[in-house]
């Protein structure tokens, strides 16, 4: 009997209870859910959301972690699926870096240079490396168990970007506390939160995802 015959038998002998983009779908649920509820039950929002709201600094945070969310999610789905391509939907992950690149750029422009640094370091570094990793752990256990329904061919990879997508969503609900509203705070802070819960994503992934 050939491999791929084999395969195909084994595939129809076990019955398929949910499959992956099923079983994502509800980790995102979840994994909202739970972020949310820490968020808000624990942190909450920034005190001047009234005006910040009116700020496209402040707006446009959301844009970048939303569009990470959502392009790592999808990378995540294809990840789970052996054989299939990566590249076309890893290089949507440009898409995240591209908007901050860009804000970054406007801000250069338009702030004076005496300014940057300040912008840059912030007032709430500390709580950036805290509060985004802490966000993520529960998002991270969901999606993790998710692709347990998949058959990810690199677990290191794919508990990475697992990590990115549950870094996504925390830091969606951070910046909503966060009062550095400036591209640079974003660009230098935010990343090496989201770098420590993709450490985290990659080592259990290479643990709970091999097969």
């Keep these: 009997m050939k491999t791929n015959d ?4 084994l595939a129809h002998d076990a019955p398929v209870r949910i499959n992956l983009s099923q079983a994502l779908f509800h980790a995102a649920i979840a994994a909202t859910i739970i972020a949310g509820a820490a968020f808000f039950g624990f942190i909450g929002f920034r005190v001047d959301i009234d005006t910040a709201v009116e700020s496209v600094r402040f707006l446009f945070k959301f844009v970048i972690t ?4 959502i392009t790592a999610g999808s990378l995540l789905l ?3 699926r052996p ?4 590249g076309p939907w ?3 992950l440009c898409l995240p870096v591209a908007l901050v690149a860009s804000a970054v750029a406007l801000e250069l422009l338009v702030m004076p240079s005496s300014t940057w640094e300040a912008r840059m370091i912030g007032h709430n570094a500390r709580l950036c490396l805290t509060i985004i990793p ?3 752990a529960f998002p991270l256990a969901c999606f993790l168990y998710a692709m347990r329904h998949g058959a990810p061919e690199r677990p290191g990879v794919a508990g990475a970007v697992a990590g990115l997508v549950s870094a996504g969503i925390a830091a969606t609900f951070y910046a909503a506390n966060c009062n ?6 974003v660009m230098f802070w935010y990343p090496m939160a989201i770098a420590v819960v993709c450490a985290v994503g990659a080592l259990f992934g290479q643990k709970m995802l091999k097969w």
Excluded: K, R
């Excluded at 084999?6 to 038998?9: K, N, P, T, V």
């Excluded at 939303?66 to 969310?69: C, D, P």
């Excluded at 550095?180 to 705070?185: A, G, I, K, V, Y």
């Design 6 to 9: 084999l395969i195909a038998l």
């Design 66 to 69: 939303l569009a990470l969310a």
């Design 78 to 80: 294809q990840i789970g």
């Design 83 to 86: 054989g299939t391509s990566l």
């Design 90 to 92: 890893a290089w949507w």
């Design 134 to 136: 802490s966000l993520s």
């Design 180 to 185: 550095d509203d400036s591209p640079l705070f």
